[in-house]
């Protein structure tokens, strides 16, 4: 190994940090238990990835399924990480659907062509995944950890999802259910900056409006309703995905300040949560104006 040039850098001043523009690795790969034994290197790889989906969208690098794709070769893996040949192989192969994690699928074109990428989303776990992570990723995780609220499913609608099988011996539909769960529970927390929320508005707030995005992202319902219309599961769920600290604090606020009576209160925190993720900037502007302007 090459020894290490030792350099003088400048301190940053003032506002100097944010001129820089970053990559972006996913904070659930770095805290998910299932994502622990990924490599370092497999995890920067798959960063990398995201970032060249912004130019897959500009070049219409779109299948007849809408499906993006995007290019990035062995040699890109080999530059990027500054790895030999054969680590550079070993990354891809520990990111793809057949050997490794699956989150990238690749598809090979033929004739001289790229092999193209297919990067799968972190975020949207299927339940064949929770069957291949498996109960023992899970067995040991503890809900109280980090004072998550206990899973009650008598509380939820899936009371009710395997009713008809009560008779049978085998409980696995339901433990499937609990892990898929933990997992959503997880990457919500970590979306959510959990910990800093709890610290500001307590335990119980918080995994309130948790569970009602829990609720949505696992039903097994088509639709679901906001803001007095059906919208399809999938969609909902998407967008619950996409909420961070900020769209719960701001929907926390606004339920505070808020003097409507409301009937069904469930019903509309699943709004005003849905709609967080299109409002909370016109919100904030709004805010800054009467503040700058009176």
């Given at each position: 190994m090459a020894k290490i040039i030792s350099l003088t850098f400048e301190y940053f001043y003032g506002s100097e940090a944010e001129q820089f523009s970053f990559y972006r690795i996913p904070k659930i790969l770095m805290t998910a238990p299932h994502f622990k034994k990924l490599s370092s290197d497999a995890k920067i790889t798959y960063g990398l990835m995201l970032d060249r989906m912004g130019l897959s969208m500009k070049n219409g690098w779109i299948d007849n399924e809408n499906k993006v794709y995007?290019?990035?070769t062995l040699d890109d893996v080999q530059a990027n990480i500054n790895c030999s040949h054969t680590?550079?192989?070993k990354i891809l192969a520990e990111l793809d659907v057949k050997n490794g994690i699956g989150l990238i699928e690749r598809e090979k074109q033929g004739q001289g062509k790229p092999t193209r990428i297919y990067v799968k989303n972190f975020n949207s776990l299927q339940n064949k995944n929770v069957h291949r992570f498996g109960s023992a990723d899970f067995q040991n995780v503890d809900t109280n950890k980090n004072n998550y609220s206990q899973i009650n499913l008598n509380d939820t609608e899936y009371q009710s999802i395997h009713q008809a099988e009560t008779a049978r011996p085998t409980a696995a539909p339901q433990s499937d259910m609990i892990i898929k769960m933990e997992i959503y529970r997880e990457i919500l927390h970590d979306n959510i900056d959990y910990e800093n929320l709890v610290c500001g508005y307590g335990v119980e707030k918080v995994n309130e409006y948790v569970q009602l995005m829990l609720d949505v992202i696992c039903s097994k319902k088509g639709t679901v309703r906001i803001d007095c219309a059906d919208?399809?599961?999938e969609i909902v769920k998407s967008r619950f995905l996409?909420?961070?600290?900020?769209?719960?604090?701001y929907v926390i606020d606004r339920m505070a300040k808020s003097t409507t009576?409301?009937?069904n209160i469930r019903s509309y925190l699943l709004t005003a949560l849905y709609n967080s993720y299109t409002s909370i900037?016109?919100?904030y502007t709004a805010v800054v104006n009467h503040d700058l302007y009176g």
């Open positions: 995007i290019f990035f680590t550079g192989v919208y399809p599961i996409k909420l961070d600290q900020s769209h719960i604090e009576k409301v009937h900037d016109s919100y």
